[in-house]
């Protein structure tokens, strides 16, 4: 499959541990976004890179989350002390963009589903 | 605020009938919309762009800036259609990003 991936599929948590979710892009895209979902709701965007460079950070993700994107190519999400509120389906997404042109189509992983106990 | 509503929840259609599934923006820049769908077990996909004019699997959507609406129509449901469909806006801002709809999960009736 050479589509995005995201690992781990589903990942079970107690109260106040921090976890870590890895995206793999589509090679040759530079744009990669994060987005949370939840029960009966479209995805919340949180954030997105463009290569390295994280362009902006959603209101929603608070101090405990961040992200990154070392070398432009896979990227992590990071919880840390988790609470029960966090329990989502955590999705990556990637496209590929130049400036002046029509924005390309986002493709999707399967998500991490996160459920904090 | 720039948002994307669906008003309906649920829609269920019989199979043959037309479905029209609703989406309002609010956006003051210029809008580019999309239409996305997830099957039961599958991603998140892209069914159709405003930009292209195109039909997927029998789906069109038509920008109304008038109205701030682009709904998706199908003139002759089928039991396949059966899914979560998203509407997306692209925001052109400084930092230009994309915004989904809370989704309307359609299902065909046979």
């Known amino acids: 499959d050479t589509g995005v991936s995201q690992d781990p599929r589903h990942k079970i948590t107690k109260r106040g541990q921090n976890v870590t979710f890895r995206c793999d892009p589509i090679?040759?895209?530079?744009?990669l976004y994060w987005y949370r979902q939840t029960l009966g709701q479209g995805p919340e965007f949180l954030t997105y890179f463009q290569n390295e460079a994280q362009l902006e950070k959603s209101r929603l993700l608070s101090d405990r989350f961040s992200a990154e994107r070392p070398k432009g190519s896979f990227s992590t999400l990071e919880i840390q002390r988790t609470e029960q509120g966090d329990s989502a389906m955590y999705l990556c997404?990637?496209?590929?963009?130049?400036?002046?042109?029509?924005?390309?189509?986002?493709?999707f992983g399967q998500g991490t589903r996160l459920t904090v106990v | 605020a720039q948002r994307v509503t669906q008003p309906e929840k649920l829609l269920s259609v019989f199979k043959g009938a037309p479905v029209e599934l609703k989406c309002n923006y609010s956006?003051?820049?210029?809008?580019?919309l999309f239409w996305y769908v997830q099957y039961s077990r599958q991603r998140l996909q892209l069914l159709l762009r405003?930009?292209s004019r195109e039909s997927i699997k029998g789906f069109t959507a038509d920008l109304n800036k008038g109205e701030t609406s682009f709904h998706l129509k199908k003139p002759f449901a089928q039991e396949e259609d059966s899914a979560m469909y998203y509407c997306?806006?692209?925001?052109?801002?400084?930092?230009?990003?994309?915004?989904f709809g809370p989704g309307t999960s359609l299902s065909v009736i046979p």
């Open positions: 405003h930009i």
């Open positions: 997404a990637s496209s590929s963009y130049l400036s002046g042109r029509l924005n390309t189509e986002a493709f």
């Open positions: 956006y003051s820049g210029s809008p580019e």
């Open positions: 997306a806006l692209f925001m052109k801002t400084s930092y230009d990003k994309v915004i």
């Open positions: 090679s040759e895209h530079n744009r």
